[in-house]
């Protein structure tokens, strides 16, 4: 029987996983720069985690999740997303004991049962970072300059940041009452969607894809109308320092997200190319949450945050071109002459390899065109060849591919030629 990967998941092999890695590489790095650590967590978590933070009124916790019984009668879910895991262990793990901005970042893979298509999967790889103490604009915005600065790393250009406020406590719930007074009249002529939304979290149904364009969501008040003097102007600061940051972005007003947990500023960033199939792809998102930490009982914490896309970026790069150099690397083919010399040639390839060395070696064949092959296949650099003659003289024959060069030197030379420290080659007689 044949036997498929899951619908919604991908296997990344040669190119594209190198490009994955590097995805990884550099938002890593940029990430470090702006002082942010690693953060692991489990790649389950008691469903509970999601329930209480992602919340009962999401898309994810409704209808995405992937949760079973394990054998213990628990309730387990694969992870749909990290803000949620990562807070739960900052709690967990006392982090907030140590006073100041406690900042982390994480990679890996995401799961949630959604319609796949390009770009949406069921398997996904996010990478993310969450910023927890501190509640000033700047942060924000340097948050969102982070964002900013790891597309641009990675070469993609042409993006729009989005951002809005969503406030939080009380003005969120007359807002959200006032949705539900706008909406009431018209709930029949809305999806099935936001009918439940309408029940479950009004504010979702500001970012319906089905009913977006309809006039009864034109005329939805604002939550901007609703929002108190001090909320207004932590938005406001935070637009002014997005600008002497330099980050070009749009006020949003529907922009509301699709998790409970978020309070405030709320950001998107998406692909920007009318010309193009990937135009308005989420590449990015993200907000603040500040009462997320009281959720897991822990002490009061505001914290922000935004996840992106690996998958979509590896698109986007597609998309525009962007390769990964393939960093010409000295790989060396040790190829041997007869049958005797192949243990000389499995010998040296232990030795170079554990000197640090990228070394190829056929394991069978005593022939030069099949090992010739090989060094072709994997692009080597340097081909080492042993004979009888070499072996005999004490002597190894080197190729350099690039150079076009070809050279016979007495064995004890190899470590200079190669620059490696430490004890010299020598043939096993
Ligand atoms: P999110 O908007 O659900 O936010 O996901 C963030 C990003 O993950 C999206 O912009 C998109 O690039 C990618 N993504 C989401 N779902 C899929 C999918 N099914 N297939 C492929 N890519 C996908 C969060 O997850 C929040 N935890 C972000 C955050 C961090 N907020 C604060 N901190």
Not at 28 to 44: L, Q
Request: one cysteine or more; glycine letters at 6%; aromatic letters at 12%.
């Amino acid at each position: 029987m044949k036997v498929n990967k899951i619908k919604g998941t991908l296997d990344f092999y040669q190119y594209d996983a190198k490009k994955y890695r590097y995805l990884q590489r550099i938002a890593s790095g940029v990430a470090e720069s702006f002082g942010f650590r690693e953060m692991i967590t489990p790649i389950f978590e008691a469903t509970e985690v999601f329930v209480r933070s992602v919340g009962e009124g999401s898309d994810i916790v409704n209808k995405e999740m992937y949760t079973f019984i394990d054998r213990g009668e628990r309730s387990i879910t694969l992870r749909p997303e990290g803000t949620a895991p990562v807070t739960r262990a900052f709690v967990e793990n006392k982090l907030y004991a140590i006073p100041g901005i406690h900042k982390f970042y994480y990679f890996g893979p995401m799961f949630r049962y959604e319609r796949p298509q390009a770009g949406r999967l069921r398997q996904f790889t996010q990478f993310g970072v969450e910023a927890f103490g501190g509640e000033h604009p700047n942060l924000d915005a340097d948050l969102i300059n982070l964002n900013y600065q790891i597309l641009q790393a990675i070469g993609i250009k042409n993006i729009k940041v989005l951002i809005n406020t969503i406030g939080s406590g009380k003005a969120r719930e007359n807002y959200v009452e006032a949705l539900k007074l706008h909406f009431e009249p018209h709930l029949s002529t809305l999806c099935e969607d936001c009918k439940q939304r309408y029940q479950k979290n009004p504010l979702r149904m500001l970012d319906c894809k089905v009913d977006c364009h309809s006039p009864i969501m034109q005329s939805a008040p604002l939550v901007s109308n609703y929002l108190p003097e001090e909320d207004l102007k932590y938005f406001q600061d935070v637009m002014s320092a997005l600008n002497f940051f330099g980050i070009p972005f749009e006020k949003s007003d529907r922009l509301v997200r699709g998790l409970d947990y978020y309070t405030n500023t709320v950001f998107e960033i998406v692909y920007d190319d009318p010309n193009s199939p990937l135009n308005n792809l989420a590449l990015s998102a993200g907000g603040r949450y500040n009462s997320l930490t009281r959720d897991f009982d822990g002490p009061d914490y505001p914290a922000i945050g935004f996840a992106m896309g690996i998958e979509r970026l590896m698109m986007v790069m597609d998309e525009l071109d962007i390769t990964v150099s393939e960093t010409k690397d000295d790989t060396i083919t040790v190829i041997t002459l007869g049958e005797k010399m192949k243990k000389q040639g499995l010998l040296l390839t232990q030795y170079l390899r554990l000197k640090g060395k990228r070394v190829e070696i056929d394991y069978q064949s005593h022939n030069l065109k099949p090992q010739f092959k090989l060094a072709d296949r994997t692009g080597s650099r340097y081909i080492i060849i042993i004979g009888l003659d070499e072996f005999e003289n004490n002597q190894i024959r080197i190729k350099d591919s690039w150079e076009k060069t070809e050279i016979l030197i007495p064995v004890p030379e190899l470590t200079a030629f190669f620059g490696i420290e430490g004890e010299k080659y020598a043939y096993q007689k």
